[in-house]
């Protein structure tokens, strides 16, 4: 299985920070990023990208992550061919 462009987001995300992130939350990022990359992959409950949009953008504020949502559409920009 190739690394999805999401999933490769978060990683950039997780790699460019200053202090070594809280595991749990890295890993629900990673989780998070996996299921809308299989999603996106798929076609299949394309309803549920909107809910792990969210839980992205909460999971980044609680890792102390300033402009969370900028960071995300930067990298996701980054990543789109």
């Given at each position: ?42 076609g ?38």
């Amino acid at each position: 299985m190739t690394i999805g462009r999401h999933l490769e987001a978060a990683e950039t995300v997780l790699a460019t920070l200053e202090e070594e992130p809280n595991a749990v939350l890295a890993e629900n990022l990673r989780g998070l990023a996996r299921a809308w990359d299989i999603i996106e992959t798929t076609g299949e409950d394309l309803r549920a990208v909107s809910q792990i949009s969210g839980a992205i953008v909460r999971v980044l504020a609680e890792m102390s992550i300033n402009s969370v949502t900028d960071v995300w559409d930067q990298i996701s920009e980054q990543l789109t061919p």
